[in-house]
């Protein structure tokens, strides 16, 4: 089968934090009123992005890889492994719980499953937009664990504000949440698993409090330093070779942003596939002599060993990578 750029759909999600951007200002669509995520690189059990366009339309990624050969994703990567990435769209018109993510060894021993180090890129923030970003300056474990018990979570979270067009790197074992008013595209190891620290006292759709995890979520959470958080993403605004921004390069992705005003050219190697989601603006991606269309809020699988494209228009991508 053809290598070529496949255009993805997505699996829509609400919570009741959610908003309504993704629908008004990215065209999502949902049986339900409220749009919390838009899962957009998903290769899951139960969200499976499917291919529109060209000779793979309706196929599902994993029946192209089946059918194409697993080194569309990596040469490294075959049939029966987990795929390394999930790519989202957020809307938090609400404040998100207060939450951590374990390491791969925590989760493999307790959950036997993957851990969950993300990134975030901020697409959009309203005024006075803040996210809560680990603990504070001098605060230890122990430190975090007392005030868990005493439900003083206030006294130890680290609150930043935050503007569009900012990335916050998140490493497993940083505590965490998104504030009201925030858009924002999420790259993430492909994990769902989540411990839920502290919800603001709300109920869910059945009118009972949501589940915490305080128990696990102390057990991995962990005080990071900004030098050791970017010692563990390894960029922060350097330039690719390209001429891109780079925003991430860690163990499990590397994430590079491109602002296009005519034309930008890449390049899907054979040692990784490429994700594109665009953020604003609009434009073509240009490969074998055709033009894909892509505008904000769409996505699109490049896949490995493709070789050179040109993204062009008057757009924003964040292309991910492993």
């Known amino acids: 089968m053809t290598k070529y750029p496949l255009k993805l759909t997505y699996t829509p999600k609400t919570a009741l934090w959610g908003g309504k951007r993704l629908k008004t200002d990215f065209g999502k669509a949902a049986d339900f009123d409220v749009i919390s995520e838009t899962w957009e690189l998903t290769v899951r059990k139960d969200e499976m992005a499917r291919i529109i366009g060209g000779e793979a339309d309706g196929m599902t990624l994993a029946e192209y890889f089946e059918t194409c050969g697993y080194d569309c994703v990596s040469p490294d990567f075959a049939k029966g492994q987990r795929f390394p990435l999930l790519v989202k769209f957020i809307d938090a018109m609400d404040s998100l719980s207060v939450q951590v993510h374990p390491d791969d060894a925590y989760a493999g021993r307790v959950e036997n499953d993957s851990g969950k180090t993300e990134m975030w890129y901020i697409?959009?923030?309203?005024?006075?937009?803040?996210?809560?970003?680990?603990?504070?300056?001098?605060?230890?474990?122990?430190?975090?664990?007392?005030?868990?018990?005493?439900?003083?979570?206030?006294?130890?979270?680290a609150r930043v504000p935050v503007h569009a067009g900012e990335t916050y790197f998140i490493p497993a074992g940083m505590l965490h949440a998104i504030g009201a008013g925030i858009l924002i595209a999420e790259i993430q190891q492909n994990s769902d698993l989540t411990y839920r620290v502290y919800d603001f006292d709300r109920v869910g759709v059945d009118?009972?409090?949501?589940?915490?995890?305080?128990?696990?979520?102390?057990?991995?959470?962990?005080?990071?330093?900004?030098?050791?958080?970017?010692?563990?993403?390894?960029?922060?605004?350097?330039?690719?070779?390209?001429?891109?921004?780079?925003?991430?390069?860690?163990?499990?992705?590397?994430?590079?942003?491109?602002?296009?005003?005519?034309?930008?050219r890449l390049c899907a190697t054979d040692k990784s596939f490429l994700s594109l989601i665009c953020t604003e603006g609009a434009g073509a991606i240009v490969?074998?002599?055709?033009e894909y269309p892509i505008k904000?809020?769409?996505?699109?699988?490049i896949p490995a060993g493709m070789g050179e494209l040109s993204v062009v228009g008057t757009l924003t991508v964040i292309a991910s990578e492993i």
């Open 123 to 157: 697409v959009d923030a309203a005024e006075g937009a803040e996210l809560i970003y680990g603990l504070k300056d001098g605060v230890t474990s122990e430190d975090f664990a007392n005030a868990a018990a005493e439900g003083r979570y206030n006294d130890v979270m």
């Open 207 to 264: 009118g009972k409090p949501r589940e915490l995890h305080v128990e696990k979520a102390v057990a991995v959470t962990r005080p990071y330093t900004e030098r050791e958080i970017n010692a563990i993403r390894f960029a922060r605004g350097s330039k690719t070779n390209d001429g891109g921004e780079l925003l991430a390069n860690s163990d499990y992705f590397k994430v590079s942003k491109y602002v296009v005003s005519d034309s930008q």
């Open 287 to 290: 490969f074998g002599g055709s």
């Open 296 to 301: 904000a809020g769409e996505s699109y699988f």
